[in-house]
């Protein structure tokens, strides 16, 4: 079974704009979730990491995520998108035995 | 501090060659390690991962394997590569214990022609 579910392969957004990129996990335990940000050709950066406590992080480069166990997401935001932010997202959780599972990823393009 | 070394880079190799892909983490001890591949339009697919010396676990049956002669060195491996290994491969790491995010490597953008 997907343990994390990314459902938008692409999204376009305007310079300037809000931005959220969904996430939803099937995971028993409290979950380790992550966000990561992929340039082409590039590595994997993190954007951001929740473990427990503040539902609501912060992260690098003006993103947050939310954490709400009732929907079983974690949603990526940022409230301005700058054209830099055009990149590949990706959601990750770790399951139990150290078992780091990503999202199909989502595409960002930023137009302006 | 820590590092991670993945090489090469790239890599065009032809079918039925063998492949090995090394990748090294230096400034921890014991930490997990993980292979990813990224082929277009399909994700980050999770391959293998250890958690210690000779620990592997394999997530997908394929083509390929892994190993991890040493505590800081984990190699991908395949005896006759084949058409659809081609893609992106990631190497990362993670410190073993507690709560904490995995710390990529820059990747090797393997051709099979």
């Known amino acids: 079974a997907q343990s994390v579910t990314q459902p938008d392969i692409h999204i376009t957004v305007s310079e300037g704009a809000s931005l959220e990129l969904r996430c939803n996990y099937s995971?028993?335990?409290?979950?380790?979730l992550f966000w990561y940000v992929q340039s082409p050709g590039q590595g994997l950066q993190l954007l951001l990491k929740?473990?427990?406590?503040?539902?609501l992080v912060q992260g690098i480069k003006g993103f947050e995520a939310e954490f709400k166990r009732s929907q079983s997401s974690f949603n990526l935001r940022k409230p301005s998108v700058h054209w830099s932010d055009a990149a590949e997202y990706f959601c990750?959780?770790?399951?139990?035995?150290?078992?780091?599972?990503f999202g199909a990823g989502t595409i960002l393009r930023v137009k302006s | 501090s820590q590092t991670i070394h993945q090489w090469p880079a790239t890599l065009v190799q032809p079918v039925g060659s063998p492949l090995s892909l090394e990748c090294t983490v230096e400034?921890?001890?014991?930490?997990?390690l993980y292979w990813y591949r990224q082929a277009a339009g399909r994700g980050l697919q999770l391959l293998f991962y250890?958690?210690?010396?000779?620990?592997i676990s394999s997530e997908v049956p394929q083509n390929l394997s892994a190993s991890r002669p040493q505590d800081r060195q984990f190699i991908l491996s395949s005896k006759k590569l084949l058409l659809s290994d081609s893609g992106f491969y990631l190497c990362?790491?993670?410190?073993?214990?507690?709560?904490?995010?995995?710390?990529f490597g820059q990747g090797t953008r393997l051709t099979v022609v």
């Open positions: 990362a790491w993670r410190i073993g214990q507690g709560a904490f995010e995995a710390f």
């Open positions: 995971y028993g335990a409290t979950p380790y």
């Open positions: 929740y473990f427990s406590g503040d539902t």
């Open positions: 990750a959780v770790m399951e139990y035995g150290n078992k780091l599972v």
């Open positions: 400034g921890t001890s014991n930490p997990n």
């Open positions: 250890s958690v210690g010396i000779g620990q």
